[in-house]
């Protein structure tokens, strides 16, 4: 699914990657939390740790993010197709002044790639896409971080592998989808977390349609406590009910069939607790990676226009939330998606997810 109509941007020129990081108009995010301090201890020190409610354990090391800093960033307006959007360019300069001013990383440690460019090399082709991934986890150490920022066209395409809860592979489009393909998450999962060495971290962005589980990680966090979310057969089903109720109103026996369709092919797909288990076991790993989607699986991700700037919904928010910080005041994790949250409140329906790579505490500092 390409090109939904929730998920188009006005034109706007990008701002040059000079412009120093500016707080995104909006709204200030709510602090949900205090701080905790960083415990030098947690970090360095390979874990192993049961997972409550399941006979699986995990093994797992935190990265210091002390040691050297590489970032991705990805950004398609699919310029002069019938799917252009206008302002994922915009994203990425964003990004990358906010990365440079705020988070110590240098020009010369980042690749771009945009479908504004004259380079070859930096053309968002699923080529280029896969070998800059490449790139960014190749030579990965302990204590090292790494930051991919993906904003873009994305869907979701039938599973393959039986890897999916729910059936469906989550996918991304690179510029040239249409003669090359998509980009699945567990080709993305493949590259970027099971390569990298435990001890380091990758700190992940995806602002694109249905892309809660985008790099299929198997922790999902709840932003009202914290706590872990649990697959919920009837997780999304909102729409198919409706279409069954509504069809049934007006006797339009095709969308009855659709919405019912609908419902079993994810009773069909559902997964035992056995099964669930493995696939969680199969996806988890002992690097340090931590991802902030636009929006569920079942959702698309709406765009904004802030103060006459385009920008996809999800990167306005995060950087807004980071802009409103302190000198002296850090996020948790759990607080900082509580504060994206809060920045698309009221304006966006779609709800930002929190994953990661292993269990984590989501009351401890955020760093990367």
Not at 211 to 225: E, I
């Amino acid at each position: 699914m390409y090109g939904n109509q929730q998920y188009q941007r006005p034109s706007a020129p990008p701002p040059g990657s000079s412009l120093p990081f500016q707080p995104p108009p909006g709204p200030p995010p709510q602090m949900q939390q205090q701080s905790r301090a960083i415990d030098g201890n947690m970090y360095g020190n390979m874990q192993s740790q049961p997972i409550p409610g399941t006979n699986m354990t995990q093994n797992f090391q935190l990265s210091s993010c002390t040691g050297k800093r590489k970032a991705l960033l990805i950004g398609i307006n699919y310029i002069g197709s019938n799917n252009a959007l206008r302002g994922c360019i915009n994203d990425v300069r964003h990004m990358q002044a906010f990365l440079m001013q705020r988070g110590g990383y240098m020009e010369g440690d980042m690749v771009i790639l945009t479908d504004d460019t004259n380079n070859p090399m930096q053309v968002p082709t699923r080529e280029n896409m896969l070998r800059a991934m490449e790139w960014l986890v190749r030579g990965a150490a302990p204590g090292d971080s790494l930051f991919f920022h993906y904003s873009g066209h994305g869907g979701e395409e039938k599973d393959l592998d039986g890897d999916e809860v729910d059936g469906m592979d989550e996918c991304i489009y690179p510029v040239d989808f249409q003669q090359s393909g998509s980009i699945i998450d567990d080709v993305m999962h493949d590259i970027m977390v099971k390569r990298l060495p435990p001890g380091c971290r990758l700190t992940a962005i995806f602002d694109s349609c249905h892309s809660g589980t985008a790099l299929d990680l198997p922790f999902t966090y709840r932003a009202q406590d914290g706590g872990l979310k649990e697959y919920n057969i009837w997780k999304g089903t909102g729409t198919d009910g409706a279409e069954i109720l509504m069809g049934y109103a007006t006797r339009n026996v095709g969308m009855m069939f659709t919405g019912a369709k609908s419902l079993f092919d994810r009773a069909t797909n559902y997964k035992s607790k056995s099964k669930l288990e493995a696939i969680k076991q199969s996806k988890m790993s002992p690097a340090d990676v931590i991802m902030f989607s636009g929006c569920r699986d079942d959702q698309t991700s709406a765009d904004a226009n802030e103060a006459g700037t385009f920008t996809g919904a999800m990167s306005w928010a995060f950087l807004g939330a980071m802009a409103q910080l302190q000198p002296n005041q850090q996020y948790t994790y759990l607080s900082l998606l509580q504060s994206v949250r809060g920045m698309m409140r009221n304006r966006y329906t779609q709800k930002p997810q929190l994953s990661s790579s292993h269990q984590i505490d989501p009351n401890a500092v955020f760093i990367f």
